[in-house]
């Protein structure tokens, strides 16, 4: 008997290695085969044309009112684009008046609202971005009854892959969790714009899962010490934590249960296929006594500071178990009550950040091939959507037998891998196309919703051609997967345009169109100064992730006397970027004896130039928010990197002895914070009041005010959990430059640490780190639960106030 489940093992393994061999022969077909049978799938489930007529027509009644009239939409089936999704723009040709100008036809509503996008861009020079990152440019769209013919028997877009996805797993806390039906409903008009066809729709889970576990004997007490509060239910969800931030209220569980068939039904009638969550094997603790045969594992800490069973530890049911089984059945199947039957695709990473117990290739495959189970028994034709992450963060582990073990123990085309950081370090070129399995290639380029211009702008324009075009290439996708959104935008309509690009993009052209249509013309120092941007900001080729720390935002905890090493030079030698470990989501762990150095891609002096010829085109483009925008953000990166090197001069100051040297440049420091706050102050877009008064808009009691506010504090600053004099591990891991946040935490932070480092120096004595710690640890904690109201309207000009900073620090 043994020596047959010997054999047994050595065949699978046989098996495991050959799949790639044996199928080699004709990948592609079998390929193309599933995914076009999954395709007709899902455009079964798509509502009727005139259903999505009138949604791609509700798009633009909410962009363009007054041109509603000029646009005739009408959905085309696929044979016209041969047999592909596609858009048609052509002149409506009518004999009346009043009649529409423009006709644009598409296979699904995202085709209809990509393809006006398209001609609004291309034939109008508008441009659409979030409002938060200066908006909509729409004033160069000729009035109605003039907009431009389009040549000859008009244009066909076809879509170059089948699917265009959006958000990442934290999104929905990191960016959405505050929002509202108003709120969400332009989110999917600009998904719809960008032609966002495969969305994550994770929102009101919560609500589902208390229904579910109703059914398992799992109280709402029970439940309290589950689910985390509304800013990190991410994370509870991925069983990081659980009932930190909480609990969550019955009335926040039903209200997001609302919206979220608000936002379904709107991404539905669009002909979107939104991706629903299923079960990952996280369960409540009291699980565990009520099935006590179960295989329930505690799994390790998760950057606690000293293992608070309160939040730390969270339990994972083996999917081995038959009750993973039950359990998913149970979910999936409350899912379609609620919401209907509005998708095949699923979202599950049940080993994202949580190896496997063993990595015997059989047993890697008995997993997954009962999480698909679970999935798979409600829906005889669910498809596994998977980050492809822990491909990256855990590769000690995931070689080549365990991969394969994990990517085939579904049926080919039941899976599909999200490669997840392809912008950077694209896992498809090492693994043989996923080994075979169809994966959508990735731009990750945010963490933490961090506010920073950066960008591999070249990587988004030619790395999915390339993925697409590679020999045996299972490509079948672009998205984007940044953890926060509402932030250079110039990458957020290049990365969903790849989507209808299927030869190479001249990037330098591309980028002066981009300039012409962000600020509604043409301006000569504008288009110079992309030309720049283009070969700095957005050129990062070190293969690092792009995190912000800089000082301001991400303030060292060490003591200065303790390095053993510290030398002083110009600030691009001495901002050398640290390797980022692959554990843990980019988290850095700071030493008292190492100073974290923050990452810096580009020569200052060069985007400094930049914003020369950004502020010499003020005259011309004033009056444009999104040159305002651009202005302000440029002006905050410029300073934030200025003020990296003053505290560095700081530093060294102290470390010489000199308390006149450090007086200055810690004065320099601590001014530099209070204007650049001085200058977010007066952009709508850069105020941390938006957020905290988002974020109570939807309480509807005392404690639900209460909670919510530290809620949406603790997020952008500590994060988790602290001790008196051991701040937490995730703190300014979401840090935002916003102001309020700049004066209001920031800066004290700075002054108190500052302040000590002087007195100990005149005073000759030690630097009390610990007392420092103390005294700001019990800062932050108090200004977390704080009430103090931050404005939510912008103050003052910023573009004098960006030209007197300038001058004041850069000539």
Not at 343 to 354: A, G, K, R, V
Request: charged share 20%; with cysteine.
């Amino acid at each position: 008997m043994n020596s047959y489940l010997w054999y047994l093992k050595f065949l699978i393994l046989v098996s495991l290695l050959l799949i790639p061999l044996s199928s080699s022969a004709s990948p592609l077909n079998q390929e193309s085969q599933a995914i076009e049978s999954l395709l007709n799938r899902l455009d079964a489930k798509k509502p009727s044309s005139s259903v999505q007529e009138s949604a791609a027509k509700g798009v633009l009644h909410r962009l363009l009112p007054s041109h509603l009239s000029s646009f005739e939409f009408n959905i085309i089936t696929k044979d016209v684009c041969g047999g592909s999704n596609c858009f048609r723009i052509g002149n409506y040709k009518s004999s009346s008046r009043d009649s529409a100008e423009i006709l644009i036809q598409g296979t699904t509503a995202i085709e209809i609202t990509s393809g006006l996008h398209w001609y609004l861009k291309y034939w109008c020079g508008a441009h659409v971005s979030w409002d938060k990152t200066g908006g909509a440019q729409l004033a160069s769209v000729p009035k109605p009854g003039s907009l431009p013919p389009v040549k000859n028997e008009g244009v066909i877009i076809k879509r170059s892959v089948p699917w265009n996805y959006y958000q990442n797993v934290v999104t929905s806390s990191y960016s959405y969790v505050w929002w509202d039906w108003e709120r969400w409903e332009k989110e999917i008009d600009w998904m719809a714009l960008q032609g966002i066809n495969l969305p994550l729709a994770f929102t009101g889970q919560e609500s589902i899962w208390q229904k579910v576990f109703s059914e398992f004997n799992i109280t709402k007490k029970d439940l309290d010490d589950f689910f985390g509060g509304p800013a990190f239910l991410a994370w509870a969800r991925m069983g990081n934590l659980h009932g930190w931030g909480g609990p969550l209220t019955q009335n926040w569980l039903n209200r997001q249960l609302i919206l979220q068939k608000q936002i379904l039904t709107r991404m539905v009638e669009l002909g979107m296929t939104p991706v629903l969550p299923s079960f990952s094997g996280n369960v409540p603790a009291a699980l565990k006594t009520i099935f006590p045969s179960a295989n329930i594992t505690r799994l390790g800490d998760w950057n606690t500071v000293d293992g608070d069973p309160r939040w730390c530890c969270t339990y994972l049911l083996n999917p081995s178990d038959p009750l993973f089984i039950k359990i998913g059945e149970a979910f999936i199947k409350q899912q379609i009550k609620e919401y209907g039957d509005v998708t095949n695709i699923y979202s599950c990473d049940t080993f994202n950040e949580n190896s496997p117990p063993s990595s015997d290739p059989t047993y890697i495959s008995s997993l997954g091939s009962a999480v698909y189970k679970a999935m798979s028994k409600v829906d005889k034709e669910a498809v596994w959507l998977m980050q492809g992450w822990l491909f990256y963060s855990d590769s000690s582990f995931w070689k080549p037998l365990q991969m394969k073990a994990l990517l085939h123990s579904v049926p080919f085309g039941k899976m599909i891998v999200l490669d997840l950081f392809a912008d950077v370090k694209p896992i498809w070129k090492s693994s043989s196309q996923f080994y075979g399995t169809p994966y959508i290639w990735c731009m990750l380029h945010n963490f933490g919703g961090n506010i920073e211009m950066y960008g591999i702008l070249d990587a988004v324009a030619s790395g999915p051609i390339d993925a697409r075009i590679s020999k045996n290439s299972t490509m079948i996708g672009v998205g984007m997967c940044m953890e926060g959104i509402e932030q250079n935008p110039v990458v957020y309509e290049l990365m969903p345009e790849m989507a209808f690009r299927s030869d190479a993009l001249q990037l330098e052209d591309w980028l002066i169109t981009y300039s012409r249509r962000r600020y509604g013309k043409a301006v000569k120092q504008v288009e110079t100064a992309w030309k720049i941007l283009h070969h700095t900001i957005y050129n990062c080729t070190d293969g690092i992730a792009d995190h912000n720390t800089d000082y301001i935002v991400k303030f060292p905890d060490w003591d200065p006397l303790l390095s053993s090493k510290f030398e002083t030079s110009e600030v691009n030698q001495m901002q050398k970027v640290v390797e980022i470990p692959r554990t843990r989501r980019f988290l850095f762990h700071e030493k008292s004896s190492s100073l974290p150095r923050p990452h810096l891609w580009y020569n200052t002096r060069d985007v400094l130039r930049v914003l020369k010829l950004l502020l010499d085109a003020g005259n011309e483009l004033s009056g444009s928010l999104t040159y305002r925008y651009d202005l302000v953000d440029l002006t905050r990166q410029s300073l934030s990197k200025l003020a990296n090197q003053v505290y560095l001069n700081a530093i060294a100051a102290f470390r010489d002895g000199d308390a006149e040297a450090l007086s200055v440049h810690s004065g320099k420091f601590l001014q530099l914070i209070k204007d650049i706050d001085k200058l977010l102050a007066a952009d709508d877009n850069f105020l941390l009041g938006t957020w905290l008064e988002s974020a109570k808009k939807l309480a509807v009691n005392a404690n639900e005010l209460k909670l919510y506010e530290w809620n949406a504090r603790t997020q952008v600053t500590m994060w988790y959990d602290n001790k008196k004099n051991v701040q937490s591990q995730l703190h300014d891991y979401a840090n935002k430059f916003w102001s309020g946040l700049l004066e209001g935490y920031y800066l004290p932070r700075a002054s108190v640490y500052f302040t000590r480092l002087l007195k100990s120096l005149k005073e000759n004595k030690d630097f009390k780190l610990e007392e420092w710690r103390e005294e700001w640890i019990a800062f932050s904690n108090k200004w977390q639960a704080g009430r103090e109201v931050y404005p939510v309207k912008a103050q003052g000009d910023a573009l004098v106030i960006a030209k007197d900073l300038y001058r004041k620090y850069f000539t």
